[in-house]
């Protein structure tokens, strides 16, 4: 009983960011020009905060987070590829972010809630960009979105919010929820520079028709370390 509990309760859903993380840094790199040899080297070296996040190991914490600083600067250096060892922190605070959610007081709601508004406020962009249209948000980065998504993400995220306030979810956490819709859509046009400079459409492959992970998780990687201070500052 006790097993699965520790399965259910956190083990898994550290093991499902675990994998996510080490593609997502693969894909970092071929955004920033590093070789095979490069981008597995990265992998490696995630490897290590990513382990120790673990809940059988010391957990998302000051360690976690030191090493993953650690790792940054270690792959900067032996890569001579900033960065690339950047990516490091792009990947791994995220991670460790969604993961101090989990490890709180109803856990699992928070991390849904920094997830799942992520998603509300794609959905209510997409929507209100095409209903609405309009004068467009940043054409020379991302040439479709429009502000009229803009706002139609942040709106649908903030209501989205506050329904989640009849399961428990604390109403300042709900009143910041715009805040972080925001935030979630200047990840998504970040990525979208990113990718321009780059020369490529997508940041990979593993989603046939999506691209890659960070083409999809983009709008969460800023989110989730907000929210999580959020949460921390609350408690």
Request: net charge positive; glycine share 14%.
């Amino acid at each position: 009983m006790a097993a699965t509990a520790l399965w259910w309760g956190g083990f898994a859903f550290w093991l499902l960011l675990a994998v996510v993380g080490i593609l997502m840094i693969h894909e970092w790199g071929g955004l920033h020009g590093a070789d095979a040899r490069q981008r597995k080297l990265a992998q490696y070296a995630l490897t290590v905060p990513l382990a120790i996040m673990a809940p059988i190991a010391a957990g998302p914490g000051f360690l976690a987070f030191g090493l993953v600083l650690g790792a940054m600067f270690f792959v900067a250096i032996v890569t001579r590829n900033g960065m690339l060892g950047a990516g490091e922190v792009y990947v791994g605070l995220p991670v460790l972010a969604l993961l101090v959610l989990r490890a709180q007081d109803q856990g699992l709601l928070l991390a849904f809630w920094a997830m799942a508004l992520v998603w509300a406020c794609d959905i209510g962009a997409y929507f209100a960009g095409r209903a609405i249209g309009g004068p467009k948000l940043l054409p020379a980065v991302s040439p479709n979105k429009t502000w009229a998504g803009f706002f139609g993400g942040v709106t649908a995220a903030g209501l989205f919010a506050f329904v989640l306030i009849g399961l428990g979810l604390d109403w300042r956490l709900a009143a910041a929820t715009p805040l972080l819709a925001a935030l979630a859509q200047a990840g998504d046009l970040y990525e979208s520079w990113l990718k321009r400079c780059a020369g490529v459409k997508d940041s990979g492959n593993l989603l046939p028709g999506h691209g890659g992970l960070l083409d999809r998780l983009d709008g969460l990687v800023p989110v989730a370390p907000l929210a999580a201070l959020l949460v921390l500052a609350i408690r």
